[in-house]
């Protein structure tokens, strides 16, 4: 009955390739959000879903791209990845103006 | 858009004692305000939330947390620190209207025997 699940729980990969992040909700909540928290533990939102349709954008490389194909998944396709991309990737939903629920976040090493 | 600050990189107490972490936010009207704590390894789990209302929030694990106007703030506090409680502490701020979340840099707390 987990509430926000994501997989793989740990990547390791190659620079250069790409992957992709699988992130699903069954709270039922129509948004949905990506989050990088890097090494120092600073936790950057990076894209936002509400209905399918993104509402939040913010500066992240055009290597990224968010793909939701229902209100319960937003994936997160890298690529071409950079060692900068290591880091922790959480995915979070909530229903419009509501607290986040986070997933167990998804950490990714890029050698 | 709005944004969070928490002084205290890292704060240690010792267990019993009693804990403040601090949170100021700067956002042109009344916030939603919340506090998060994330373990070692794990997600960010929510330990309270201000919308409105009675200014004196209580969470989860014993937390409670004071919405101050007039200081743009919103410390979290524990009367009595439990070794459990090691963690890392973010205070977020979101707006009223899309939800759009900005977490401060987080304190990490450790708790010494």
């Known amino acids: 009955d987990t509430a926000v699940s994501q997989t793989p729980k740990y990547l390791v990969t190659q620079m250069g390739n790409d992957k992709s992040i699988k992130c699903e909700q069954n709270l039922g909540h129509d948004t949905m959000y990506w989050y990088k928290q890097d090494s120092k533990k600073f936790l950057k939102i990076m894209f936002s879903y509400n209905n399918k349709e993104l509402i939040i954008n913010e500066t992240v490389p055009n290597r990224f791209s968010p793909k939701s194909p229902d209100k319960a998944h937003l994936n997160l396709h890298i690529n071409s990845l950079e060692l900068g991309d290591s880091a922790v990737y959480f995915c979070?939903?909530?229903?419009?103006?509501?607290?986040?629920?986070f997933g167990p976040g998804t950490r990714l090493t890029v050698l | 858009a709005q944004s969070v600050t928490q002084p205290d990189i890292h704060i240690t107490v010792s267990e019993g004692a009693s804990l403040e972490l601090r949170c100021n936010y700067s956002?042109?009207?009344?916030?939603?305000l919340f506090w998060y704590v994330q373990s070692p390894g794990q997600g960010l789990q929510l330990l309270l939330k201000?919308?409105?209302?009675?200014?004196l929030v209580q969470g989860i694990k014993g937390f409670e947390a004071e919405f101050k106007r007039s200081q743009s703030s919103f410390n979290l506090r524990k009367p009595s620190v439990h070794w459990s409680d090691a963690a890392e502490y973010f205070c977020?701020?979101?707006?009223?209207?899309?939800?759009?979340?900005?977490f401060g840099a987080g304190t990490r707390l450790t708790v010494k025997p």
């Open positions: 979070a939903s909530s229903l419009r103006a509501g607290e986040q629920f």
């Open positions: 956002y042109g009207a009344t916030p939603y």
């Open positions: 201000y919308f409105s209302g009675d200014t």
């Open positions: 977020a701020v979101a707006s009223t209207n899309n939800n759009d979340m900005r």
